[in-house]
T-cell receptor, first 112, second 112 residues
């Protein structure tokens, strides 16, 4: 079983819809990242959070440490939101060593 | 300010040749990571450097892979005797310890 599980694997939505992508993890973590990768593009870090909720524009990320679960929400989705969204957990691997472990990603397609 | 830069952006090589990939992290960032993303696959951790500490090499796929970081700044990932399965996008990221990572644009390696 992967340490980081994302769902759904693929998601197609109509413009304007509210979107939720889920991430569950099985290990103790220092923090959790949500990353975005557009087709053929680089990776951008959207959020890094260790508790509670963060909001940036139409994006909202929440994390429940006890349940080992995080969600990424997109409100009023737009075709330009079409991308792969990746959940990654930051673990302390000893001393001051940290390591990111990635989920397999969620391919989001928003149709006009 | 400048972000993480990587060179070359594209590298095509013949099977069996050695390649060197370079990463220039954000100035002042103590942590530096190498990852790779194979076609159709998720992100895979390769190696992590924290300041002048010995690197965490646990993710290196084989002894053909090595990396060094000179003066706590620039890093070079070397792949010896390249194989076709080494073809991937190699990503570098840097951060302050335990804080959000910034990704470089990647080097696309193609082994013929």
């Amino acid at each position: 079983k992967n340490e980081v599980e994302q769902s759904p694997q693929n998601l197609t939505a109509q413009e304007g819809e509210f979107i939720t992508i889920n991430c569950s993890y099985s290990v103790g973590i220092s923090a959790l990242h949500w990353l975005q990768q557009h087709p053929g593009g680089g990776i951008v870090s959207l959020f890094m959070l260790s508790s509670g909720k963060k909001k940036h524009g139409r994006l909202i990320a929440t994390i429940n440490i006890q349940e080992k679960h995080s969600s990424l929400h997109i409100t009023a989705s737009h075709p330009r939101d079409s991308a792969v969204y990746i959940c990654a957990v930051l673990k302390n691997s000893g001393g001051s060593n940290y390591k990111l472990t990635f989920g397999k990603g969620t391919l989001l397609t928003v149709n006009p | 300010g400048a972000g993480v830069s990587q060179s070359p952006s594209n590298k095509v090589t013949e099977k069996g040749k050695d390649v060197e990939l370079r990463c220039d992290p954000i100035s002042g960032h103590t942590a530096l990571y190498w990852y790779r993303q194979s076609l159709g696959q998720g992100l895979e951790f390769l190696i992590y450097f924290q300041g002048n500490s010995a690197p965490d090499k646990s993710g290196l796929p084989s002894d053909r892979f090595s990396a060094e970081r000179t003066g706590g700044s620039v890093s070079t990932l070397t792949i010896q005797r390249t194989q076709q399965e080494d073809s991937a996008v190699y990503l570098c990221a840097s951060s302050l310890t335990g804080v959000r990572e910034y990704f470089g644009p990647g080097t696309r390696l193609t082994v013929l």
